[in-house]
C-alpha cells in the first residue's frame, strides 16, 4: 500500500513539475505576441499566437526554452516580412537569436535581447544603422549583420563588446571611418566590412586580436599595416597608398596569437620577455615605495579630511533605473542624461558624482555595475512622511502667494524651509476620494515611490493628516517647458533647437519607463509642455505622474489641445493616447505655438490641425518653425523632427507608433546631429546659475567618456 502511495505521489510530482515548467514566463509570451503581430507573412510560424499561449510548452515554430524562459529563437529562412516589433528587451533570458534570410525590413528595433550572445539577422532588408544598443550586449559573441541595406556611420559604440569573436558588416552601405572602439574587441577573431562605403584607415585594427578580415570593396586609404599582412586578409577594390608602410605602434598586436605569421628566433622573444619583465618588476617596486610613502603621510594627516571622505563615499548616484543606466549612458544628449543625476541646487539632497579613472581591467563595466546595483537597492525606498503642521509653517498656511499653480486634481504650492530647502506640495482635492477605500492614497505613494528615472520628477515625500493628502516633489528653479516656451519675457534667451531636440528625447524616454518598463503599465493621462519640468541642465523631468487614477474621476479636460480624438472622456485614454499628448508637446518645441491659442486667426486656433498638413511640405515647414530661434537650426533635423510628430499625431491610434518606436526615432535623429552641450547652456536663459557647476559637469561628463 506504501509502494502504492510512493508511486501515484511520484506521477502527481512530475505531472505538476511539467506542468509548472511548462508555463512560458508572461513577458516572453508577450514579446513573441508582439513579434507575431509585427511579421506580415507567417504562415510558416506553427503554433504561434497573436495573444497568450505557451512557447515553451506548446513547441512554438523555432522557439527553445529552459525551464520557463525562452532562450533561443530561430527563425531562419521562412519568408518572413514586416518587422520584429519593440519588446526584444523583454526576452531576457534569450541568447541566440536569429532571424537571417527573410524580407524583413525597415530599421532595426532599438532594442534587442539584451543578453544574447549570437545575433544574425543578415540577409534581410533592414535600413539605416546598427542600433545603439547593441553597445550594452556586453555578452555578444557573434553579430551578423551583413547583406541588408543599413547605411550611415557606425557610432563610437563598441567599447563594451569584450566577448565578441565575430562581426559581419559586409554588404551594406554603411559610410565613415571605422569607429575608435574597435581597438576594445579584444577577443574579435573575424571581421567582415567588405561592400560597404568605409573611408579612412584600418590602423585601429592593430589593436585586435582578428587573424581572419576581409575589407575588400571600401574607399579605405593610407596604408595596409604590415602586422595585418601576416593574417587571412583580403583587401581589394580600396584606395590604398602606395610603397612600403610604415611601422606599427609599439605595443599594438600584442593579443595576437602565435599563429599569426610572426617571425623571428626564439632567442628573441625570450630576450623581449625577460626585459619586459624586469621592466614591470622595477615599476611595481617603484610603486611599493610611493604607496608606503603616502599613506604615512595620509596618516599624519587632518582627521577631518578622512571625515570627509566617509561622507563622500556614502553620498550615492542619482535614482536611475537599471534599464535606463544600461541605454543611457550614450549619444551626444546622454552626457545631458547622466548629469541629471546633480540635482537641482534648491534639492533637499545633494548628489556626489565623481568621475571615475577608468583602466583597462575594469572600465564602464564596474561603473555600470554599481549603479546597477544601486537601483536594484533604491527600489525599496520609500517616501518620507511630512506633518502638516510642518507643512503649513512651510507654505505660510498655503498662501496665495505660495501657489504655484492649479492642474484637474489639485493645487501645487511651493514650501520653503529655513535651511534654504524647498519643495512642491501638490495637495489633491479632497472630493476626488469620496467613495474610495480608505487605503488607496497610501496604495498610490507606494507605487508612485517606487518610479525612478533620470527624466522623471521624483516623489521625495507625502502627508496624509487630517483628510488632507498631499504628494511633494523635488523643486525646479527652471520652472516647466511651458514657461520657457510661452511665458518667457524679452531677456530671455529662447530654447536653442538642440535643446529642444534634448528635451523632447528625455521626456520621451520618461514615457517610454512608464509604458514599457514599469509593470504593470503606467498610463500618464495628463502629458503637456507645463508637466515637463526643466532641471538646472535643462534636462526634462515629467511630472503628474501614477494619478490616472484622480484624473479618470475629475470631469475636467485634461488638457485643452493635448487630448486625442478618441478620448472623449477620462476613461477612454490608452497608452496611445499618451503619444498623441507627446507629439503635440513636440509640436510646441516646434513651434513655440500653445495648442489652443484663441488669439490666432480661426485656422490657426487649433495646434493640429494647423500644423498637421504642413509637417511633410518642407517650405511650410521652415515658415512653422519657432521664430524665436531666428533661422538658427539644421534643416534636415526640422525635417524628421517633423516626420516623427506627424507620426504621433494621427487621429487614429491603431497607426500611432508605441513611444519605444519615438525614442528610437529620436536617438537616430540625435546621432546625425551635432550637438553641443556647452553651446545649449551657454545660450539658454538661466547661464548664470551654470557657471558655478561647470566644474563638476566636467568631472561628471569623463563618465561616459569611452
Same mark, same amino acid.
Given at each position: 500500500?506504501?509502494?502504492?502511495?510512493?508511486?501515484?505521489?511520484?506521477?502527481?510530482?512530475?505531472? +505538476?513539475? $511539467?506542468?509548472?515548467?511548462?508555463?512560458?514566463?508572461?513577458?516572453?509570451?508577450?514579446?513573441?505576441? $508582439?513579434?507575431?503581430?509585427?511579421?506580415?507573412?507567417?504562415?510558416?510560424?506553427?503554433? #504561434?499566437?497573436?495573444?497568450?499561449?505557451?512557447?515553451?510548452?506548446?513547441? #512554438?515554430?523555432?522557439?527553445?526554452?529552459?525551464?520557463?524562459?525562452?532562450?533561443?529563437?530561430?527563425?531562419?529562412?521562412?519568408?518572413?516580412?514586416?518587422?520584429?516589433?519593440?519588446?526584444?528587451?523583454?526576452?531576457?533570458?534569450?541568447?541566440?537569436?536569429?532571424?537571417?534570410?527573410?524580407?524583413?525590413?525597415?530599421?532595426?528595433?532599438?532594442?534587442?535581447?539584451?543578453?544574447?550572445?549570437?545575433?544574425?539577422?543578415?540577409?534581410?532588408?533592414?535600413?539605416?544603422?546598427?542600433?545603439?544598443?547593441?553597445?550594452?550586449?556586453?555578452?555578444?559573441?557573434?553579430?551578423?549583420?551583413?547583406?541588408?541595406?543599413?547605411?550611415?556611420?557606425?557610432?563610437?559604440?563598441?567599447?563594451?563588446? @569584450?566577448?565578441?569573436?565575430?562581426?559581419?558588416?559586409?554588404?551594406?552601405?554603411?559610410?565613415?571611418?571605422?569607429?575608435?572602439?574597435?581597438?576594445?574587441?579584444?577577443?574579435?577573431?573575424?571581421?567582415?566590412?567588405?561592400?560597404?562605403?568605409?573611408?579612412? @584607415? &584600418?590602423?585601429?585594427?592593430?589593436? @585586435?586580436?582578428?587573424?581572419?578580415?576581409?575589407?575588400?570593396?571600401?574607399?579605405?586609404?593610407?596604408?595596409?599595416?604590415?602586422?595585418?599582412?601576416?593574417?587571412?586578409?583580403?583587401?581589394?577594390?580600396? /584606395?590604398?597608398?602606395?610603397?612600403?608602410?610604415?611601422?606599427?605602434?609599439?605595443?599594438?598586436?600584442?593579443?595576437?596569437?602565435?599563429?599569426?605569421?610572426?617571425?623571428?628566433?626564439?632567442?628573441?622573444?625570450?630576450?623581449?620577455?625577460?626585459?619586459?619583465?624586469?621592466?614591470? +618588476?622595477?615599476?611595481?617596486?617603484?610603486?611599493?615605495?610611493?604607496?608606503?610613502?603616502?599613506?604615512?603621510?595620509?596618516?599624519?594627516?587632518?582627521?577631518?579630511?578622512?571625515?570627509?571622505?566617509?561622507?563622500?563615499?556614502?553620498?550615492?548616484?542619482?535614482? +536611475?533605473?537599471?534599464?535606463?543606466?544600461?541605454?543611457?549612458?550614450?549619444?551626444?544628449?546622454?552626457?545631458?542624461?547622466?548629469?541629471?543625476?546633480?540635482?537641482?541646487?534648491?534639492?533637499?539632497?545633494? &548628489?556626489?558624482?565623481?568621475? $571615475?579613472?577608468?583602466?583597462?581591467?575594469?572600465?564602464?563595466?564596474?561603473?555600470?555595475?554599481? !549603479?546597477?546595483?544601486?537601483?536594484?537597492?533604491?527600489?525599496?525606498?520609500?517616501?518620507?512622511?511630512?506633518?502638516?503642521?510642518?507643512?503649513?509653517?512651510?507654505?505660510?498656511?498655503?498662501?496665495?502667494?505660495?501657489?504655484?499653480?492649479?492642474?484637474?486634481?489639485?493645487?501645487?504650492?511651493?514650501?520653503?524651509?529655513?535651511?534654504?530647502?524647498?519643495?512642491?506640495?501638490?495637495?489633491?482635492?479632497?472630493?476626488?476620494?469620496?467613495?474610495?477605500?480608505?487605503?488607496?492614497?497610501?496604495?498610490?505613494? $507606494?507605487?508612485?515611490?517606487?518610479?525612478?528615472?533620470?527624466?522623471? /520628477?521624483?516623489?521625495?515625500?507625502?502627508?496624509?493628516?487630517?483628510?488632507?493628502?498631499?504628494?511633494?516633489?523635488?523643486?525646479?528653479?527652471?520652472?516647466?517647458?511651458?514657461?520657457? !516656451?510661452?511665458?518667457?519675457?524679452?531677456?530671455?534667451?529662447?530654447?536653442?533647437?538642440?535643446?529642444?531636440?534634448?528635451?523632447?528625447?528625455?521626456?520621451?524616454?520618461?514615457?517610454?519607463?512608464?509604458?514599457?518598463?514599469?509593470?504593470?503599465?503606467?498610463?500618464?493621462?495628463?502629458?503637456?509642455?507645463?508637466? &515637463?519640468?526643466?532641471?538646472?541642465?535643462?534636462?526634462?523631468?515629467?511630472?503628474?505622474?501614477?494619478?490616472?487614477?484622480?484624473?479618470?474621476?475629475?470631469?475636467?479636460?485634461?488638457?485643452?489641445?493635448?487630448?486625442?480624438?478618441?478620448?472623449?472622456?477620462?476613461?477612454?485614454?490608452?497608452?496611445?493616447?499618451?503619444?498623441?499628448?507627446?507629439?503635440?508637446?513636440?509640436?510646441?518645441?516646434?513651434?513655440?505655438?500653445?495648442?489652443?491659442?484663441?488669439?490666432?486667426?480661426?485656422?490657426?486656433?487649433?495646434?493640429?490641425?494647423?500644423?498637421?498638413?504642413?509637417?511633410?511640405?518642407?517650405?511650410? !515647414?521652415?515658415?512653422?518653425?519657432?521664430?524665436?530661434?531666428?533661422?538658427?537650426?539644421?534643416?534636415?533635423?526640422?525635417?524628421?523632427?517633423?516626420?516623427?510628430?506627424?507620426?504621433?499625431?494621427?487621429?487614429?491610434?491603431? +497607426?500611432?507608433?508605441?513611444?519605444?518606436?519615438?525614442?528610437?526615432? !529620436?536617438?537616430?535623429?540625435?546621432?546625425?546631429?551635432?550637438?553641443?552641450?556647452?553651446?545649449?547652456?551657454?545660450?539658454?536663459?538661466?547661464? /548664470?546659475?551654470?557657471?558655478?557647476?561647470?566644474?563638476?559637469?566636467?568631472?561628471?561628463?569623463?563618465?561616459?567618456?569611452?
Amino acid at each position: 500500500m506504501f509502494h502504492n502511495l510512493l508511486v501515484l505521489w511520484g506521477v502527481l510530482f512530475g505531472f +505538476f513539475t $511539467v506542468c509548472v515548467y511548462s508555463k512560458t514566463n508572461s513577458q516572453d509570451v508577450s514579446a513573441l505576441n $508582439v513579434m507575431y503581430n509585427s511579421f506580415n507573412s507567417k504562415s510558416k510560424l506553427s503554433g #504561434w499566437k497573436s495573444s497568450g499561449g505557451d512557447p515553451c510548452g506548446d513547441s #512554438w515554430k523555432g522557439i527553445k526554452c529552459s525551464s520557463s524562459a525562452v532562450t533561443e529563437i530561430n527563425l531562419s529562412d521562412l519568408g518572413l516580412s514586416g518587422s520584429m516589433g519593440y519588446q526584444l528587451a523583454s526576452l531576457s533570458s534569450v541568447t541566440s537569436f536569429d532571424l537571417s534570410n527573410n524580407k524583413l525590413s525597415g530599421d532595426i528595433p532599438y532594442q534587442l535581447p539584451p543578453n544574447a550572445k549570437h545575433i544574425d539577422l543578415s540577409n534581410n532588408g533592414f535600413t539605416n544603422t546598427v542600433p545603439y544598443s547593441v553597445s550594452q550586449m556586453s555578452d555578444l559573441e557573434t553579430l551578423n549583420l551583413g547583406h541588408n541595406k543599413l547605411n550611415g556611420q557606425l557610432t563610437d559604440m563598441f567599447n563594451k563588446l @569584450t566577448k565578441l569573436k565575430q562581426l559581419d558588416l559586409s554588404h551594406n552601405s554603411l559610410t565613415g571611418n571605422l569607429p575608435q572602439s574597435f581597438a576594445k574587441l579584444s577577443s574579435l577573431r573575424k571581421l567582415y566590412l567588405q561592400n560597404n562605403q568605409f573611408t579612412g @584607415t &584600418i590602423n585601429v585594427l592593430l589593436y @585586435t586580436p582578428v587573424d581572419e578580415l576581409n575589407v575588400e570593396n571600401n574607399r579605405f586609404t593610407g596604408w595596409i599595416p604590415n602586422d595585418l599582412k601576416s593574417i587571412n586578409i583580403k583587401y581589394g577594390g580600396n /584606395s590604398w597608398s602606395s610603397g612600403p608602410s610604415p611601422p606599427s605602434p609599439p605595443g599594438v598586436r600584442r593579443n595576437r596569437g602565435s599563429g599569426s605569421g610572426s617571425s623571428g628566433g626564439g632567442k628573441s622573444s625570450v630576450a623581449t620577455g625577460l626585459t619586459i619583465a624586469g621592466i614591470a +618588476f622595477g615599476v611595481l617596486f617603484l610603486i611599493a615605495i610611493l604607496i608606503a610613502f603616502f599613506s604615512r603621510k595620509k596618516r599624519s594627516s587632518n582627521s577631518h579630511l578622512l571625515e570627509e571622505d566617509r561622507l563622500n563615499e556614502r553620498k550615492s548616484f542619482s535614482m +536611475f533605473s537599471s534599464r535606463d543606466l544600461t541605454k543611457d549612458l550614450h549619444s551626444d544628449y546622454n552626457d545631458d542624461v547622466l548629469v541629471t543625476g546633480l540635482k537641482s541646487m534648491d534639492s533637499p539632497a545633494v &548628489i556626489d558624482i565623481k568621475p $571615475v579613472q577608468k583602466s583597462p581591467s575594469t572600465g564602464f563595466r564596474s561603473l555600470s555595475g554599481r !549603479l546597477q546595483s544601486f537601483a536594484r537597492r533604491s527600489t525599496s525606498v520609500k517616501a518620507v512622511s511630512y506633518s502638516l503642521s510642518d507643512l503649513q509653517i512651510a507654505t505660510s498656511n498655503f498662501a496665495p502667494a505660495r501657489l504655484l499653480g492649479q492642474g484637474t486634481i489639485g493645487r501645487v504650492y511651493k514650501a520653503k524651509y529655513e535651511n534654504g530647502k524647498i519643495l512642491v506640495v501638490k495637495k489633491i482635492d479632497s472630493s476626488l476620494f469620496q467613495g474610495a477605500p480608505p487605503q488607496e492614497f497610501s496604495d498610490i505613494v $507606494v507605487s508612485i515611490s517606487k518610479i525612478r528615472h533620470a527624466n522623471i /520628477s521624483e516623489l521625495v515625500g507625502y502627508c496624509a493628516e487630517h483628510g488632507h493628502n498631499m504628494l511633494i516633489y523635488e523643486y525646479f528653479r527652471n520652472g516647466s517647458l511651458h514657461e520657457f !516656451l510661452h511665458m518667457s519675457d524679452d531677456y530671455s534667451n529662447p530654447l536653442t533647437w538642440n535643446t529642444r531636440v534634448r528635451i523632447a528625447l528625455g521626456t520621451a524616454r520618461a514615457v517610454e519607463y512608464l509604458h514599457e518598463v514599469c509593470s504593470p503599465s503606467v498610463l500618464h493621462k495628463n502629458i503637456k509642455s507645463s508637466n &515637463i519640468l526643466l532641471d538646472i541642465e535643462l534636462n526634462p523631468r515629467l511630472s503628474d505622474y501614477g494619478l490616472a487614477t484622480f484624473h479618470q474621476r475629475t470631469s475636467q479636460n485634461l488638457g485643452m489641445g493635448y487630448n486625442a480624438p478618441e478620448c472623449t472622456k477620462p476613461s477612454a485614454y490608452t497608452l496611445k493616447s499618451d503619444v498623441y499628448s507627446f507629439g503635440v508637446v513636440m509640436l510646441e518645441l516646434l513651434t513655440g505655438r500653445q495648442p489652443v491659442d484663441s488669439s490666432k486667426p480661426p485656422a490657426e486656433q487649433c495646434l493640429v490641425r494647423w500644423a498637421t498638413p504642413q509637417l511633410h511640405d518642407l517650405d511650410a !515647414l521652415s515658415q512653422m518653425v519657432d521664430p524665436a530661434l531666428r533661422g538658427l537650426y539644421p534643416p534636415k533635423s526640422v525635417s524628421r523632427f517633423a516626420d516623427i510628430i506627424a507620426l504621433c499625431v494621427q487621429r487614429e491610434p491603431e +497607426f500611432r507608433p508605441p513611444i519605444s518606436e519615438v525614442v528610437q526615432q !529620436l536617438v537616430r535623429l540625435v546621432q546625425r546631429s551635432t550637438m553641443n552641450m556647452r553651446e545649449d547652456l551657454g545660450l539658454s536663459r538661466h547661464s /548664470s546659475n551654470v557657471s558655478s557647476m561647470r566644474e563638476d559637469l566636467q568631472s561628471s561628463r569623463r563618465l561616459t567618456d569611452f
